[in-house]
């Protein structure tokens, strides 16, 4: 190890983190030397995300351009004219993070590939945006989400607009590990500039994703914006100013953010974890909304692709929806406004089975993918067709897609349609609340809930247990049929097998004889279980909300708790 520690400080471009190294060696800090030395931050579908520091396994200037010349080496290896098609690089507000751009443009350039890069922070939608704007061969954004400040993260997309997916994953990762035994080639911006390689993006390139949004169909409801409230916090993220404006040229007159959350800021002061879905987080954003009896609270998190909200209720208080609630109340909305043929909508299979009722419903298509907008929105791409083209997507944990301008998730746009369809409501005297009621009444209350599950340590693996000897019931419940990713089969009682048409994943789903469906994800690497309960409750017309509701929770309480207790006897 002490040989890899002097090679990378001998290679390491950063007098910050070689002192930090210098540091750790001092101080004999042998079990920190050996986390940062032990391996690699690993690139994969989602690109790279770590905790910022020296050290291969860590986020840094040596990590960036490494890995920049890895993707480099790849598309000019596999994409044609991908060095005149270029990469458009973008960052969010994140302490490092403008600079692992610059690092990544430097790295990219020297290899005769064009850069357009963003002159400050943007949300990472508008990059996806931009990627099919500008035809590039790629799209790169540092960010880390909505990961606490210590982390950041290197997200790459393909020419397509749509996150990368096998085989680009590995085929970079094998070029990254190659980078690493070279010597690393850097192009001064200012002369990549001079040599027709470097463009900057200023504000007309962020007003062309905003008249992009503006233009929209989908977008174009506005019914009596002004007659709704609401509140907005871009998180300390990216969102505000694209949020803002969007809203106002929707109409939306009364808006009002947090002041305190509203320019970007790496460090998060006012939150614990700067996650809408994390305990505490909507907050301010919701005393904000009570300040003001607004409509709504909402949300973006710090790189603004997923959208939150919280509305008021008929008591006055405030309650979050959730993602699949969202989902469910975007897509019953678009798919009754939307022009003939607009009509494919997706969601992740642990996600509400309600938007496929839903879409049922009208004669719609639906499509379900593995967990990850990646897989939303490549998969959309080979779906739809002339007759049916694409519509909308969700995943439960607060993404959304709305039309097919960005092929990713997009908080802004998610933000803008779910605006107007308050509104719209509003005109007509219902709430958001009412809508769901409405829906569930057509098709059944829908209950989702995950949790995850810590098993023995050194236990063998759960996945091949529930393999080996597969269960015929859950919580009284019999099993009506299988879909086991692993295999890419469906197995039902009766021993008949059909394929499934999703690529391998260790995840099993079991579908039971009163619609309910437990979906199991077995950890690779530790004793855990992330398990997804969905309960389905009819509702009759006697029956009030507030019952059915309560039904469907006990009826919750008791599917995960057997099922937890007949995995972990």
Same mark, same amino acid.
């Given at each position: 190890?002490?040989?890899?520690?002097?090679?990378?400080?001998?290679?390491?471009?950063?007098?910050?983190?070689?002192?930090?190294?210098?540091?750790?060696?001092?101080?004999?800090?042998?079990?920190?030397?050996?986390?940062?030395?032990?391996?690699?931050?690993?690139?994969?579908?989602?690109?790279?995300?770590?905790?910022?520091?020296?050290?291969?396994?860590?986020?840094?200037?040596?990590?960036?351009?490494?890995?920049?010349?890895?993707?480099?080496?790849?598309?000019?290896?596999?994409?044609?004219?991908?060095?005149?098609?270029?990469?458009?690089?973008?960052?969010?507000?994140?302490?490092?993070?403008?600079?692992? $751009?610059?690092?990544?443009?430097?790295?990219?350039?020297?290899?005769?590939?064009?850069?357009?890069?963003?002159?400050?922070?943007?949300?990472?939608?508008?990059?996806?945006?931009?990627?099919?704007?500008?035809?590039?061969?790629?799209?790169?954004?540092?960010?880390?989400?909505?990961?606490?400040?210590?982390?950041?993260?290197?997200?790459?997309?393909?020419?397509?607009?749509?996150?990368?997916?096998?085989?680009?994953?590995?085929?970079?990762?094998?070029?990254?590990?190659?980078?690493?035994?070279?010597?690393?080639?850097?192009?001064?911006?200012?002369?990549?500039?001079?040599?027709?390689?470097?463009?900057?993006?200023?504000?007309?390139?962020?007003?062309?994703?905003?008249?992009?949004?503006?233009?929209?169909?989908?977008?174009?409801?506005?019914?009596?914006?002004?007659?709704?409230?609401?509140?907005?916090?871009?998180?300390?993220?990216?969102?505000?100013?694209?949020?803002?404006?969007?809203?106002?040229?929707?109409?939306?007159?009364?808006?009002?953010?947090?002041?305190?959350?509203?320019?970007?800021?790496?460090?998060?002061?006012?939150?614990?974890?700067?996650?809408?879905?994390?305990?505490?987080?909507?907050?301010?954003?919701?005393?904000?909304?009570?300040?003001?009896?607004?409509?709504? $609270?909402? $949300?973006?998190?710090?790189?603004?692709?997923?959208?939150?909200?919280?509305?008021?209720?008929?008591?006055?208080?405030?309650?979050?929806?959730?993602?699949?609630?969202?989902?469910?109340?975007?897509?019953?909305?678009?798919?009754?406004?939307?022009?003939?043929?607009?009509?494919?909508?997706?969601?992740?299979?642990?996600?509400?089975?309600?938007?496929?009722?839903?879409?049922?419903?009208?004669?719609?298509?639906?499509?379900?993918?593995?967990?990850?907008?990646?897989?939303?929105?490549?998969?959309?791409?080979?779906?739809?067709?002339?007759?049916?083209?694409?519509?909308?997507?969700?995943?439960?944990?607060?993404?959304?897609?709305?039309?097919?301008?960005?092929?990713?998730?997009?908080?802004?746009?998610?933000?803008?349609?779910?605006?107007?369809?308050?509104?719209?409501?509003?005109?007509?005297?219902?709430?958001?609340?009412?809508?769901?009621?409405?829906?569930?009444?057509?098709?059944?209350?829908?209950?989702?809930?995950?949790?995850?599950?810590?098993?023995?340590?050194?236990?063998?693996?759960?996945?091949?247990?529930?393999?080996?000897?597969?269960?015929?019931?859950?919580?009284?419940?019999?099993?009506?049929?299988?879909?086991?990713?692993?295999?890419?089969?469906?197995?039902?009682?009766?021993?008949?097998?059909?394929?499934?048409?999703?690529?391998?994943?260790?995840?099993?789903?079991?579908?039971?004889?009163?619609?309910?469906?437990?979906?199991?994800?077995?950890?690779?690497?530790?004793?855990?279980?992330?398990?997804?309960?969905?309960?389905?409750?009819?509702?009759?017309?006697?029956?009030?909300?507030?019952?059915?509701?309560?039904?469907?929770?006990?009826?919750?309480?008791?599917?995960?708790?057997?099922?937890? $207790?007949?995995?972990?006897?």
């Amino acid at each position: 190890m002490k040989t890899e520690i002097s090679r990378w400080i001998a290679r390491d471009p950063d007098p910050k983190t070689r002192d930090e190294l210098q540091q750790l060696i001092d101080s004999n800090a042998e079990a920190e030397l050996a986390d940062r030395f032990s391996g690699r931050l690993v690139f994969g579908t989602a690109g790279l995300r770590g905790i910022v520091g020296a050290g291969p396994n860590r986020m840094n200037r040596l990590v960036i351009q490494e890995t920049a010349m890895g993707l480099g080496k790849y598309l000019l290896a596999t994409e044609q004219d991908a060095a005149e098609r270029g990469v458009i690089i973008g960052f969010d507000g994140r302490p490092d993070s403008k600079r692992f $751009a610059h690092e990544t443009a430097s790295a990219l350039t020297a290899q005769g590939i064009k850069v357009y890069m963003t002159t400050h922070e943007a949300p990472t939608p508008m990059v996806a945006f931009g990627v099919k704007h500008f035809e590039t061969a790629a799209g790169v954004v540092v960010t880390a989400s909505h990961n606490p400040p210590e982390y950041n993260g290197f997200k790459v997309y393909w020419g397509n607009g749509a996150q990368i997916i096998p085989p680009h994953d590995s085929g970079i990762a094998e070029q990254i590990d190659i980078a690493t035994q070279q010597e690393i080639e850097l192009l001064d911006l200012e002369l990549a500039k001079q040599q027709g390689l470097l463009f900057w993006l200023s504000e007309s390139f962020y007003d062309t994703y905003r008249q992009t949004v503006n233009k929209s169909k989908l977008l174009s409801n506005h019914t009596q914006p002004d007659g709704i409230s609401l509140a907005y916090t871009a998180m300390h993220g990216v969102g505000a100013n694209m949020a803002e404006a969007l809203l106002a040229d929707a109409g939306f007159t009364q808006v009002y953010s947090v002041a305190e959350q509203r320019e970007p800021d790496g460090r998060f002061p006012t939150v614990n974890f700067p996650n809408p879905e994390e305990p505490g987080a909507m907050d301010m954003v919701i005393a904000e909304a009570k300040k003001h009896d607004a409509t709504l $609270a909402c $949300a973006n998190d710090p790189d603004a692709d997923r959208f939150a909200v919280a509305a008021r209720t008929e008591e006055g208080e405030y309650r979050m929806l959730t993602g699949d609630q969202v989902g469910v109340l975007l897509g019953h909305y678009l798919l009754t406004h939307a022009e003939p043929g607009q009509n494919l909508v997706g969601a992740t299979i642990v996600s509400s089975s309600l938007l496929k009722q839903v879409a049922k419903s009208v004669e719609a298509n639906y499509y379900k993918t593995l967990t990850g907008f990646k897989w939303l929105t490549n998969v959309a791409m080979q779906q739809q067709t002339d007759e049916s083209r694409f519509l909308f997507a969700y995943e439960e944990a607060l993404g959304y897609t709305v039309g097919s301008e960005v092929w990713d998730k997009d908080g802004l746009s998610a933000l803008v349609a779910f605006a107007q369809l308050t509104a719209e409501l509003a005109v007509n005297g219902k709430t958001v609340w009412d809508q769901l009621e409405a829906i569930y009444r057509e098709h059944g209350l829908y209950l989702n809930v995950q949790k995850s599950i810590a098993l023995q340590p050194g236990s063998p693996p759960i996945g091949d247990s529930l393999r080996a000897n597969p269960p015929e019931s859950i919580s009284g419940r019999h099993i009506v049929k299988t879909d086991d990713l692993k295999k890419s089969q469906t197995i039902y009682t009766d021993g008949k097998i059909e394929p499934i048409d999703l690529p391998s994943s260790d995840v099993l789903i079991y579908y039971l004889d009163d619609d309910s469906r437990v979906v199991v994800r077995p950890s690779g690497t530790e004793p855990k279980l992330k398990c997804y309960y969905e309960v389905i409750e009819a509702m009759s017309h006697e029956d009030t909300l507030e019952h059915v509701q309560q039904r469907a929770e006990a009826a919750m309480a008791e599917l995960i708790s057997q099922h937890q $207790a007949s995995l972990t006897a």
